[in-house]
């Protein structure tokens, strides 16, 4: 079986992210600016810029740090376009230039916030699957009052089989014992109740799957469990991992507007906040989404992060430290390994 990757730092030479530069909500500024951020901040990392060469240029201006370089692309897949049309249209698109660059070995790991669908396609297309794995998973880290857990699948396959399920669960075990540091990370199935057997026939056979694996199962989990950590990994199909991870934000931004709208009321709102703002300030902290940086797509033959669409510098900073740190961790080649020696290959 060829576990030849697409690219993996080696020897003393520092870790190369590339960073598509053109994707994102609030265009090339603020995706350029994190990118340098993260340059300055950690000089072991070498940050190459793929883009509009002038459009980088006259943002970043001349003082732009020795480990960034500029890789020219001449095209941009907008949000709303098509992946696969798009993908095949414009072969000069920046997430594909930045693909690339991976797949020849010029860079160790790629950076997105462009289109999720055309990211995850070109990496797919471009990288293609890692032996073994049915189907790539993209994960996130979601946020707890312990720590963040690694939750997956939220994006990549709507239709998943309990061999997939059983998958995802040992690669997101991988990230989060080699890049959130977790030694044996508690493994859960996501499932409407937390009795074995409860669930759907994926759920169960995921769960025959994982008693008989060398992983830490622990059984399912409901909704209301995830923002008690009562795991380290957990798995679900992608639409529940989707729809789960929307509702979060959703209502995560409802409860903060109502907690601000209330601190405006005169007369007493301004003096209530003045009095809770240390301990407002420790809770935003917790849930500061942009700490997590991006999403993992695991299971192709290199490092694919992919961040939010709306990601400002900041979190784009962060998006290049995890993709940094995975690159380093060798994610791609351990889940190539474990695949090949413990989890069966399931048909596509």
């Known amino acids: 079986m060829d576990l030849t990757l697409a690219a993996a730092p080696g020897g003393d030479r520092p870790v190369r992210v590339a960073v598509d530069a053109m994707g994102g909500d609030h265009g090339p500024e603020e995706v350029v600016q994190g990118a340098l951020q993260h340059a300055r901040e950690a000089g072991q990392v070498e940050v190459v810029l793929v883009g509009d060469s002038a459009t980088i240029g006259s943002i970043a201006g001349s003082d732009i740090p020795a480990n960034v370089s500029i890789v020219h692309a001449g095209q941009v897949i907008g949000m709303h376009e098509s992946p696969a049309l798009a993908l095949r249209e414009k072969k000069d698109a920046s997430i594909l230039v930045a ?4 797949k020849r070995g010029e860079a160790d790991a790629v950076v997105t916030a462009g289109h999720t669908g055309a990211g995850m396609a070109a990496a797919v297309l471009r990288l293609g699957r890692l032996p073994g794995v049915d189907r790539p998973a993209l994960a996130v880290q979601m946020v707890t009052d312990t720590g963040p857990f690694v939750f997956l699948d939220i994006g990549a396959n709507p239709d998943s089989t309990g061999e997939n399920l059983y998958q995802y669960a040992h690669m997101g075990a991988l990230f989060a014992e080699k890049v959130l540091g977790v030694p044996e990370p508690r493994i859960a199935l996501l499932s409407i109740g937390e009795e074995k057997g409860k669930g759907d026939a994926r759920i169960q056979r995921a769960t025959e799957l994982l008693d008989a694996s060398s992983l830490r199962f622990v059984g399912n989990v409901e909704g209301k469990d995830l923002v008690h950590h009562m795991a ?13 991870i929307k509702f ?9 507007d109502l907690i601000r709208s209330e601190f405006r009321r005169p ?13 407002l300030d420790r809770i935003r902290a917790i849930f500061d989404y942009e700490k997590v940086g991006g999403s993992p797509l695991l299971g192709v033959r290199g490092t694919v992060i992919i961040t939010h669409g709306r990601a400002r510098r900041r979190m784009i900073s962060y998006a ?7 690159a380093e961790a060798r994610i791609p080649e351990l889940i190539a390994e474990t695949f090949r020696d413990a989890v069966p290959e399931v048909a596509s």
Do not use: H, Q, W
Request: negative net charge.
């Open 248 to 256: 979060f934000e959703g209502l995560s931004g409802f409860i903060f």
């Open 232 to 244: 380290d990994v957990v798995v679900c199909d992608a639409v529940l991992g989707n729809v789960t």
């Open 99 to 102: 693909v690339d660059l991976v």
């Open 320 to 326: 290049v430290g995890v993709a940094a740190a995975s």
């Open 267 to 279: 007369p007493r709102g301004p003096l209530a906040y003045a009095l809770m703002k240390p301990g």
